[in-house]
Antibody, heavy 117, light 112 residues
Framework: EVQLVESGGGLVQPGRSLKLSCAAS????????MAWVRQAPTKGLEWVAS????????YYRDSVKGRFTISRDNAKSTLYLQMDSLRSEDTATYYC??????????WGQGVMVTVSS | DVVMTQTPVSLSVSLGGQVSISCRSS???????????LSWYLQKPGQSPQLLIY???NRFSGISDRFSGSGSGTDFTLKISRVEPDDLGVYYC?????????FGAGTKLELK
């Protein structure tokens, strides 16, 4: 059974950093693209970043470029999102997702990030 | 960026009824490799989104045949027949053809 379990969320002040982790199991992690998608309170879904299966290529939405870094450790089957210079508009539930053929086929339960002073 | 426009914003349906949700993209979703990476997701209340349909019309593993997807280019439709209580929630279309990946604003399916 595919499982994606996020951790690392919480309350953080504007300008500070936070690192999210996503522990994957139930599939060969190194064979899949992975992505982070977020959802602000009462809002819709917003893709944040993706990473290829090897980690050799990464992609970001413009609003997080230069502030967020997606990475992965295939030996540990873990996906990461390093979030620096956080802003109030980054407040959201962050979902770890598995990418396959242009689709996001499995989603974690989500982790809440609140940016507030 | 590809803008995904979903209509309607909300739908009221009777159990056992049928509904359609439209999704239009601001650009063609046909990839250079010939595939069209248009997916549909359902977010039930209090849950994470789940994949229903991928590449326009392919049902994901375990998804009922009451869900069907169709369309091409920039115009896509999700149909749900014989609506059941477990179908209620917010439906999103999403494109994976080009970065940034984008989603529609969602369609809320409620009981009449």
């Amino acid at each position: 059974e595919v499982q994606l379990v996020e951790s690392g969320g919480g309350l953080v002040q504007p300008g500070r950093s936070l690192k999210l982790s996503c522990a994957a199991s139930g599939f060969t992690f190194s064979n899949y693209y992975m992505a982070w998608v977020r959802q602000a309170p009462t809002k819709g879904l917003e893709w944040v970043a993706s990473i290829t299966n090897s980690g050799g290529s990464t992609y970001y939405r413009d609003s997080v470029k230069g502030r967020f870094t997606i990475s992965r450790d295939n030996a540990k089957s873990t996906l990461y999102l390093q979030m620096d210079s956080l802003r109030s508009e980054d407040t959201a539930t962050y979902y770890c997702t598995r990418g396959a053929g242009g689709r996001l086929d499995y989603w974690g339960q989500g982790v809440m990030v609140t940016v507030s002073s | 960026d590809v803008v995904m426009t979903q209509t309607p914003v909300s739908l009221s349906v009777s159990l056992g009824g049928q509904v359609s949700i439209s999704c239009r993209s601001s650009q063609s979703l046909v990839h250079n490799n010939g595939n069209t990476y248009l997916s549909w997701y359902l977010q039930k209340p209090g849950q994470s989104p789940q994949l229903l349909i991928y590449k326009v019309s392919n049902r994901f593993s375990g998804i009922s045949d009451r869900f069907s997807g169709s369309g091409s280019g920039t115009d896509f439709t999700l149909k749900i027949s014989r609506v059941e209580p477990d179908d209620l929630g917010v439906y999103y279309c999403g494109q994976g053809t080009q970065y940034p990946h984008t989603f529609g604003a969602g369609t809320k399916l409620e009981l009449k």
